[in-house]
């Protein structure tokens, strides 16, 4: 119906019921509502990358996903997959590998790469930039976030 | 370039969730109403704020995603759910045994985010010329059960389009699932010409599938993608090329044959004579590499 429709879901492992708009994005629900900052709107049309969140964990442009989609459904965004204290092990690598510059791309960065840590261990360098080519960076030039990711794997 | 209206939100619309397959055909009867179906979204929502579709009712297919999903082979046929997504048929070693230039098609769609919610029924109801999961389709002989309140009927993949970005599905009808006949011996593969490696449409798209036997090509098909106002079968370069001799020869002479099929456009990915070069290339290169793969066997 038009107007608010109940969406329940789990956030970040925690169950969450939620009214929403049916023509607002997960992104914006997720960044606006939600409290889930991490999740940046870059394009705002799935080429980006920056809103990338775990969809029943598989990567996703939040932006081309409408909010009430998930319902019955898990998210996971960066804020779900480490803390300061327990950072993720590719969390962790983009700090000592220095795969950082602006900032504004790296959660979606580290939600991808840690799908890519957790699912494919044994994935190639050139599989690696295959499965990253929709996360897109304009300072660092991707090389540091691929050695973060190689590390995170070296000290697991 | 169309413009987007970032600021906005998108217009409102009423919901609906069908939780069973009659539901779905309630839903869907809509009194004239401007109803789009939701299946992965990634087509739909672009569409939504580009505001080239302004529907009065959104029906979000995400809740029979096991009903319209799935991926068997039985019965010599392996089907395909309209729900299952480009990632599932990546990573499908049915798909990459049996249907293998769907499984490289699928594998080049979009990006990893997309794949992992864009579906097959979706790319096809879609209708785009560009469409990559179609020259595979079609190549494979494959068939497509669309589904309304009054029962199923099964039609060739180049039937679901009727023209660019125009489907050819009655109201009140969905894509149910797609049918590819199986056979152990056949080859079949899919390449493309794009601006780019990633997250691009395909310039030009090429699936060929075909068997060798005692030097010579059996059954064999030619599609073509982003050539024409809809993909394509090649149909000039797939009869020369069954029977044919398995040779080099056959391979420059069907892959001409392929650009004589085809009907480009000019556009911003690429000028018409430029794709028609495209379509000789990428269909040489196929059938090379079946011969030098199937000689590997």
């Not at chain 2, 529907?55 to 995400?62: E, I, T």
């Not at chain 2, 990915?269 to 090379?288: C, D, E, K, P």
């Amino acid at each position: 119906m038009r107007g608010k429709i109940k969406v329940s879901f789990t956030l970040n492992g925690e169950a969450r019921t939620e009214e929403m708009q049916p023509n607002q994005t997960l992104c914006d629900f997720l960044h606006d509502e939600a409290g889930t900052t991490s999740v940046k709107k870059g394009c705002d049309t799935g080429e980006c990358g920056a809103c990338t969140v775990l969809l029943d964990d598989m990567p996703v442009t939040s932006c081309l996903v409408l909010a009430p989609q998930i319902d019955g459904r898990d998210v996971v965004t960066t804020e779900g997959l480490g803390t300061k204290s327990a950072p993720h092990p590719v969390q962790r690598a983009f700090v000592e590998q220095d795969a950082v510059q602006c900032g504004y791309c790296i959660p979606g960065m580290i939600v991808t790469l840690s799908w890519i840590y957790e699912h494919l261990p044994g994935a190639s360098d050139a599989e690696i930039k295959r499965l990253m080519s929709g996360n897109l960076c304009r300072c660092t030039g991707y090389i540091q976030q691929i050695e973060a990711l190689k590390s995170a794997r070296k000290s697991a | 370039m169309k413009s987007f209206q970032y600021l906005a939100p998108i217009p409102g619309f009423d919901y609906l969730v069908p939780k069973s397959i009659p539901e779905l055909f309630r839903a869907l009867d809509v009194q004239g109403r401007k109803v789009s179906i939701i299946a992965g979204g990634t087509d739909l929502m672009i569409a939504l704020k580009e505001r080239t579709v302004a529907p009065d009712v959104v029906v979000d297919l995400g809740r029979l995603r096991k009903e319209l999903g799935g991926i068997n082979s039985a019965g010599g046929v392996l089907r395909i759910g309209s729900m299952a997504t480009f990632s599932q048929i990546e990573s499908n070693p049915l798909i990459a045994r049996y249907a293998n230039a769907l499984c490289q098609a699928a594998a080049n769609v979009g990006t990893l985010q997309i794949r992992s919610i864009a579906t097959l029924g979706g790319n096809l109801a879609t209708a785009s010329p560009a469409a990559d999961s179609a020259p595979p389709l079609i190549a494979l002989g494959a068939s497509v059960t669309l589904a309304s309140a009054s029962g199923h009927r099964t039609v060739p993949v180049q039937s679901v389009f009727a023209g660019p970005k125009r489907n050819g599905l009655r109201p009140g009808e969905i894509v149910a699932s797609v049918e590819i006949p199986v056979n152990g011996e056949a080859w079949s593969g899919w390449t493309r010409a794009a601006v780019r490696n990633e997250n691009v449409l395909s310039t030009v798209s090429v699936a060929v599938a075909s068997t060798m036997h005692n030097g010579k090509f059996g059954t064999s098909r030619v599609a073509l993608g982003a050539v024409a106002p809809t993909p394509i079968l090649g149909e000039k370069a797939t009869i020369a090329m069954t029977g044919a001799e398995a040779s080099a020869g056959t391979a420059d002479k069907v892959s001409s044959l392929a650009a004589q099929d085809s009907t480009p456009i000019t556009d911003i990915r690429a000028g018409a004579s430029y794709r028609r070069r495209l379509v000789t290339v990428l269909t040489r290169r196929l059938i090379m590499k079946m011969l030098s793969e199937v000689a590997a066997r």
